[in-house]
């Protein structure tokens, strides 16, 4: 099976290098050429251009920052738009907000093309390992064609329904995890200020109703103040921005969702946006305790 991966950032490099090692003939395209040479090693080709891979390959899948990226990547100059046609499919995978999936949608459709949104819950090891969580909504025929793709980087896939589906369930669950990671970090620090050992409050926690992989994943690292980046912090918090945009849409109280968001907004003028989201810990650290 040939497919097309648009995007080698922290995931598409993980979730493209899976294709291969799985005997997928790729071409890769990625803003920064560069960036592709690691994939070419392992077998992949390069195009120059999105228009190029759509042209090249039936199937063609997008891992994207943002939603301005996963815009520009199809209207754009060498965008999708210009080589897609009946009997060629898009999936996008990155984590955009529904109406940017909707226009996409609408525009792929409009040249014959067929359309499919698959955010991803997982970062950069459930990336590398395969193990990745697919929610897919968009066109069923082209879900059922790429299910061979998903397994490969995935260890379960969702199919939600209508394009939109996909990009409301991502939101929700990364704002859910925005909110725990900083009343995690609050516990942190507070149990550190009680003359408590925090190392022992992670033990405590992961024999209790509240253990979680996360908790167990990014406590010891945080605790050391090590936040290499799985899933940098600037894209947290631009989902929690856009979960609570959903949130203004559909009329729902978030307060919890809304505290989170300042406190990664003030970890980004901090200058820690690059880091792992778990730097958000830094922000409840550098408040300085009464004398």
Not at 55 to 68: E, F, G, Q, R, V
Request: hydrophobic residues 45%.
């Amino acid at each position: 099976m040939e497919v097309g991966f648009l995007g080698l950032g922290i995931m598409g490099k993980a979730m493209s290098m899976n294709l291969l090692r799985h005997g997928f003939k790729v071409t890769v395209w990625n803003r920064t050429l560069s960036k592709c040479d690691e994939l070419v090693e392992h077998g992949a080709s390069v195009a120059e251009t999105p228009a190029a891979v759509v042209k090249k390959c039936k199937y063609t899948i997008a891992m994207l920052s943002d939603p301005s990226a996963a815009h520009s990547v199809v209207f754009g100059k060498d965008g999708i738009l210009e080589q897609i046609c009946a009997g060629k499919g898009y999936v996008d995978m990155s984590t955009v907000d529904a109406d940017t999936s909707t226009k996409i949608n609408e525009a792929i459709t409009a040249k014959g093309g067929y359309f499919l949104e698959a955010p991803v819950s997982g970062s950069k090891k459930p990336a590398e390992d395969g193990q990745l969580v697919i929610l897919a909504a968009g066109e069923k025929a082209l879900y059922e064609e790429v299910i061979p793709a998903f397994n490969v980087m995935g260890k379960k896939s969702f199919y939600l329904g209508q394009v939109g589906n996909g990009a409301k369930m991502k939101l929700v669950v990364n704002m859910i995890m925005g909110s725990m990671i900083n009343a995690f970090s609050e516990g942190l620090v507070l149990a550190g200020r009680s003359g408590l050992d925090p190392s022992v409050l992670l033990d405590v926690l992961d024999l209790g109703g509240i253990a979680n992989p996360m908790f167990r994943l990014k406590g010891p690292t945080m605790i050391q103040g090590s936040h290499s980046p799985a899933f940098p912090l600037k894209h947290q918090q631009k989902d929690m921005r856009l979960a609570l945009a959903l949130g203004d849409e559909t009329a729902t109280s978030m307060p919890v969702a809304a505290a989170a968001n300042e406190a990664f907004k003030k970890a980004r003028s901090m200058g820690l946006g690059d880091l792992d989201f778990s730097a958000v810990y830094e922000t409840v650290k550098a408040l300085e305790p009464p004398s």
